[in-house]
């Protein structure tokens, strides 16, 4: 079966055909290691590892390589404000070095905990200096370069197609007014590919380059690495919407202007998860974390499972009460296995072989984990199959959703639970019903719900 993925480039929905035989090259963009990745970073890698998973599935090879920006990306996007990682280390006193440090190590154990499996590659800017020095030397020998006091830039006057992947409209960006402007610098849409360190301070991460003293712009980073592991046209490049316009944009120029070759055949970019009205930010209590969930109490595969309810390409919008009643959904999912582990094996052959095909279809549409999760809440109620056979398919399906349904343990209902379904057992036999009713609700406050049956009460997880 062919699979289908939205390619932002085309702006339309194409059959997927890796440039080698069988092996996909994929790069994504990675975290800029100064801060915790907020939960809006964490949806973007999530949307990733689906599409990691449906191509393994799929029986493709993956080289994935994704990058650690640890240098080099300033607070604006327009070459101006705050080098991120100086200002990281300001807020904590610490270097620079010890910030990247940190951050990286936070950012693995996140992925980790949302069962995201990892790259091949994870590569630090600040460990591929010289490969992003040669791009920059080739971009200048080509006449594609101009030197002002800031640093060197790219002249995206002079291509003919800038911006193509965004269809940015340059005459109405020239017209724009608020955007923020570099001194001397030739157009709007012009971008830093070295910015030099200032004369009279020194910066703790620069380096020597033939033009000057400095550091690399944030662009380059990727251009380089990208090329450097997966050759300098590889199949399918990710990251979150807010990188079309500029940071991807910029990627493309520098990529296709230097080796005179298409950049990348398939680019795919998340939509965003926002709070509610408001923009997920790195500062101030729209800062959502992992470690901010858990704290709530909150399974970070609960987090997971709330990201599969909404395709990659619609926004999501974030609330606590909507992450509670996807813990809610998770819990049900996670009984309902319990009990599936329980019965007796029972199959019909076509009817299995009819969830696969259905399951296989929907992933390869452009990874439509909705329409898959819908078939899994299906296939539970399947009356045809039961037992060990539906959980093989439950499992098989779980390659895609990555919420670890095989570790899945029953869970031990507190003493204080069961203490409240006793009295209320108890309450039930003497008829008084408006106190069973209390009981009840007690119980679901704390997060338990009762199924009364013949004999005894069941008590299960989540509400
Ligand atoms: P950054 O660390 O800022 O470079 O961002 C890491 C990844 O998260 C990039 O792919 C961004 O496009 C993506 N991203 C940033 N904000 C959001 C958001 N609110 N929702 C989803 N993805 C986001
Ligand atoms: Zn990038």
């Not at 493709?60 to 070459?79: A, C, E, Q």
């Not at 380059?209 to 590889?234: D, R, V, Y």
């Not at 599936?340 to 259905?358: A, G, N, P, S, T």
């Not at 299906?378 to 095989?406: A, Y």
């Amino acid at each position: 079966m062919v699979l289908q993925i939205y390619n932002t480039l085309t702006r339309k929905k194409e059959i997927f055909t890796p440039l080698k035989n069988n092996l996909v090259g994929l790069y994504t963009c990675g975290p800029t290691v100064y801060h915790y990745a907020h939960i809006g970073n964490l949806r973007t890698y999530i949307f990733e590892d689906i599409l990691k998973r449906v191509l393994l599935y799929n029986k493709f090879k993956v080289k994935h390589v994704m990058n650690i920006t640890n240098v080099g990306h300033l607070t604006s996007d327009s070459d101006t404000g705050e080098d991120k990682m100086e200002k990281g280390a300001k807020r904590e006193g610490k270097s620079v070095w010890q910030i990247a440090d940190f951050y990286t190590k936070a950012f693995m154990e996140d992925i980790k905990k949302l069962n995201i499996i990892k790259a091949n590659i994870f590569c630090k800017a600040t460990d591929y200096i010289k490969e992003q020095i040669e791009l920059i030397t080739k971009l200048e020998k080509k006449g594609f370069t101009y030197i002002i006091e800031d640093g060197v830039y790219f002249d995206t006057s002079k291509l003919k197609d800038y911006g193509k992947l965004a269809k940015l409209d340059i005459e109405g960006l020239k017209a724009g007014t608020r955007v923020e402007f570099v001194k001397g610098k030739k157009n709007i849409t012009d971008f830093a590919l070295w910015k030099f360190s200032p004369k009279d301070k020194k910066r703790q991460m620069e380096w020597d380059s033939p033009c000057g003293k400095g550091f690399p712009g944030w662009h380059i980073e990727c251009s380089a690495m990208s090329m450097k592991f997966l050759g300098e046209t590889f199949d399918i490049h990710c990251g979150g919407i807010d990188h079309i316009p500029v940071h991807h944009t910029n990627e493309i120029a520098q990529s296709e202007t230097a080796t005179g070759k298409k950049f990348v055949n398939y680019w795919m970019h998340g939509e965003f998860l926002n709070l509610e009205k408001e923009k997920m930010a790195k500062s101030g209590e729209n800062f959502i974390t992992l470690s901010t969930l858990e704290k709530r109490d909150f399974d970070p595969l609960a987090y997971r499972f709330f990201c599969l309810s909404a395709h990659y390409r619609s926004s999501l919008n974030f609330s606590f009460e909507a992450l509670e009643s996807a813990k809610n959904g998770f819990e049900k999912l996670k009984n309902k296995i319990w009990e599936i582990k329980k019965e007796k094996d029972k199959v019909k052959k076509e009817i299995k072989e009819k969830y696969r095909e259905e399951f296989l279809k929907l992933i390869n549409n452009n990874l439509d984990m909705p329409g898959a999760l819908a078939l899994l809440w299906d296939l539970i109620k399947e009356k045809e199959i039961s037992g060990k056979s539906k959980l093989d398919l439950i499992l098989d399906f779980d390659k895609i959703f990555g919420l670890n349904l095989k570790d899945i343990k029953e869970e031990k209902i507190p003493k204080e639970i069961l203490n409240l379904v006793k009295q209320r057992e108890k309450a039930r036999q003497e008829r008084n019903f408006a106190e069973s009713d209390k009981l009840r609700k007690l119980i679901q406050e704390k997060g338990y719900t009762i199924e009364d049956t013949k004999g005894k009460p069941i008590v299960k997880k989540g509400v």
